[in-house]
């Protein structure tokens, strides 16, 4: 029976973390072993000059400058455990320019020296040149470090194909904004496969939740602890990649950031914040809508066909009732008024698409309405309103009669006994 690893219960991001952490150290301890092992080499090697037997004699001295070097490096490490490529680049690029900076005005200083003074005078002042070069190195290549560094978005305008900024290739991550987490739903989408990018929640994000966790109101409260939650269930997921990003922005508000930092990754934002869609939208930020998601996947129902829906309430028009299917859609019903609080079959005659969602425009059926095949006139027999109706028209179709040379009679006055009023 095979024992289970002590990594099996661990999310997959976790155990690589892990593994990470454990290389590390051993990458530390080799530094550390292969540092004094040279340093000792070096000291017991046989003596050759008097700089060598010195060494020897005092070995102490070069051990305590290795261990020192060791020391500084690991604290380097230590001190600073978020690098970040872009911020190494950045330093690494600057340093060349400063010291590619350096070598030209050097020449140009030599050569001026050269032309303008004696070789006697040049050799006097070779001390106090060489000191002058060191110290226009260390400004130069301080100066290419910190323009680097703050411009090195826009960098790559000046060296093409170069970005410093942190870009992802292939398919684009997506930002998970804080009422997204409230809202929940995006755990269900996650457990279908349908999310095949990557889910990036930045630190702000876990912020703001945290704050809404520690609220006094009841309601807040419950809100912040089923984001957290949501989270935690989230890198639990085993078909889902979910990053806690702790990249710096500029922007303090966390919808502002969000904004930003997409607008830097190249990243979609997932929300369902109505105000924040357009926000993003206006910044040419494109932006994933839960509940513009949940209105296209209700189900489409044509006019003709028969729903079931239980009446809940009364409509804005007078004899509207109001119902909803379980998906949420909103459905109307026609003259339903008496009907409410009954489950009644209706038959869709239009439908409308809202902001809000979709609204189904129906009318009950004979039956609910209280109209019974009895009371209905047999086919074939018009009804004594179709009767009336046809009549009139029935005398237009007949033949015309002889017409009588005389002038036909004027139509009598319904008042009778007193005359017309001409002003009428």
Same mark, same amino acid.
């Given at each position: 029976?095979?024992?289970?690893?002590?990594?099996?219960?661990?999310?997959?991001?976790?155990?690589?973390?892990?593994?990470?952490?454990? @290389? @590390?150290?051993? @990458?530390?301890? /080799?530094?550390?072993? =292969?540092?004094?092992?040279?340093?000792?080499?070096?000291?017991?090697?046989?003596?050759?000059?008097?700089?060598?037997?010195?060494?020897?004699?005092?070995?102490?001295?070069?051990?305590?400058?290795?261990?020192?070097?060791?020391?500084?490096?690991?604290?380097?490490?230590?001190?600073?455990?978020?690098?970040?490529?872009?911020?190494?680049?950045?330093?690494?690029?600057?340093?060349?320019?400063?010291?590619?900076?350096?070598? %030209?005005?050097?020449?140009?200083?030599?050569?001026?020296?050269?032309?303008?003074?004696?070789?006697?005078?040049?050799?006097?002042?070779?001390?106090?040149?060489?000191?002058?070069?060191?110290?226009?190195?260390?400004?130069?290549? &301080?100066?290419?470090?910190?323009?680097?560094?703050?411009?090195?978005?826009?960098?790559?305008?000046?060296?093409? &194909?170069?970005?410093?900024?942190?870009?992802?290739?292939?398919?684009?991550?997506?930002?998970?904004?804080?009422?997204?987490?409230?809202?929940?739903?995006?755990?269900?989408?996650? /457990?279908?496969?349908?999310?095949?990018?990557?889910?990036?929640?930045? +630190?702000?994000?876990?912020?703001?939740?945290?704050?809404?966790?520690?609220?006094?109101?009841?309601?807040?409260?419950?809100?912040?602890?089923?984001? =957290?939650?949501?989270?935690?269930?989230?890198?639990?997921?085993?078909?889902?990649?979910?990053?806690?990003?702790?990249?710096? *922005?500029?922007?303090? %508000?966390?919808?502002?950031?969000?904004?930003?930092?997409?607008?830097?990754?190249?990243?979609?934002?997932?929300?369902?914040?109505?105000?924040? %869609?357009?926000?993003?939208?206006?910044?040419?930020?494109?932006?994933?809508?839960?509940?513009?998601?949940?209105?296209?996947?209700?189900?489409?129902?044509?006019?003709?066909?028969?729903?079931?829906?239980?009446?809940?309430?009364?409509?804005?028009?007078?004899?509207?009732?109001?119902? &909803?299917?379980?998906?949420?859609?909103?459905?109307? /019903?026609?003259?339903?008024?008496?009907?409410?609080?009954?489950?009644?079959?209706?038959?869709?005659?239009?439908?409308?698409?809202?902001?809000?969602?979709?609204?189904?425009?129906?009318?009950? *059926?004979?039956?609910?309405?209280?109209?019974?095949?009895?009371?209905?006139?047999?086919?074939?027999?018009?009804?004594?309103?179709?009767?009336?109706?046809?009549?009139?028209?029935?005398?237009?179709?007949?033949?015309?009669?002889?017409?009588?040379?005389?002038?036909?009679?004027?139509?009598?006055?319904?008042?009778?006994?007193?005359?017309?009023?001409? +002003?009428?």
């Amino acid at each position: 029976m095979s024992k289970p690893t002590p990594n099996a219960d661990l999310h997959p991001l976790e155990a690589a973390a892990r593994q990470r952490v454990n @290389i @590390i150290r051993l @990458i530390r301890a /080799a530094f550390l072993v =292969l540092t004094v092992t040279f340093t000792l080499l070096s000291i017991l090697r046989p003596a050759q000059d008097d700089l060598s037997r010195m060494l020897a004699e005092q070995w102490w001295i070069p051990l305590c400058f290795s261990l020192a070097l060791f020391g500084f490096a690991l604290g380097v490490d230590l001190l600073t455990p978020r690098k970040k490529i872009a911020t190494l680049t950045g330093v690494v690029v600057g340093v060349m320019v400063g010291m590619l900076a350096t070598l %030209a005005l050097g020449f140009i200083i030599e050569l001026l020296l050269k032309t303008w003074m004696e070789e006697r005078a040049v050799k006097a002042l070779e001390p106090v040149v060489s000191a002058m070069k060191i110290l226009l190195g260390i400004t130069l290549c &301080y100066l290419g470090v910190t323009t680097v560094l703050q411009t090195q978005d826009d960098f790559r305008l000046v060296i093409p &194909y170069v970005e410093f900024a942190k870009q992802l290739r292939g398919v684009r991550a997506i930002l998970v904004d804080t009422s997204v987490l409230i809202d929940g739903r995006i755990a269900d989408i996650a /457990a279908t496969g349908f999310l095949q990018s990557s889910l990036v929640i930045h +630190r702000s994000v876990i912020g703001e939740l945290q704050l809404l966790a520690d609220s006094t109101d009841a309601l807040t409260r419950n809100k912040g602890r089923r984001g =957290l939650d949501l989270i935690a269930r989230l890198q639990r997921a085993p078909r889902l990649d979910v990053t806690i990003d702790d990249t710096p *922005v500029q922007q303090k %508000a966390v919808d502002a950031a969000l904004v930003e930092l997409a607008r830097s990754m190249g990243a979609l934002i997932m929300t369902t914040d109505s105000g924040l %869609a357009r926000v993003a939208s206006i910044q040419s930020v494109q932006v994933l809508n839960l509940n513009e998601l949940a209105n296209a996947m209700k189900l489409s129902l044509v006019a003709g066909e028969s729903v079931t829906v239980r009446l809940l309430r009364q409509g804005e028009q007078a004899g509207q009732a109001v119902g &909803y299917l379980p998906d949420g859609t909103m459905v109307v /019903a026609e003259d339903g008024q008496p009907h409410i609080g009954e489950t009644v079959t209706l038959t869709v005659q239009s439908s409308l698409q809202t902001a809000a969602g979709r609204m189904i425009f129906a009318r009950l *059926v004979a039956e609910e309405a209280g109209v019974t095949p009895e009371a209905q006139p047999p086919v074939g027999q018009p009804s004594a309103e179709a009767s009336a109706d046809a009549a009139p028209d029935a005398a237009l179709a007949e033949p015309d009669r002889a017409r009588s040379p005389f002038p036909p009679r004027p139509p009598a006055s319904i008042r009778t006994g007193t005359p017309r009023n001409p +002003r009428r």
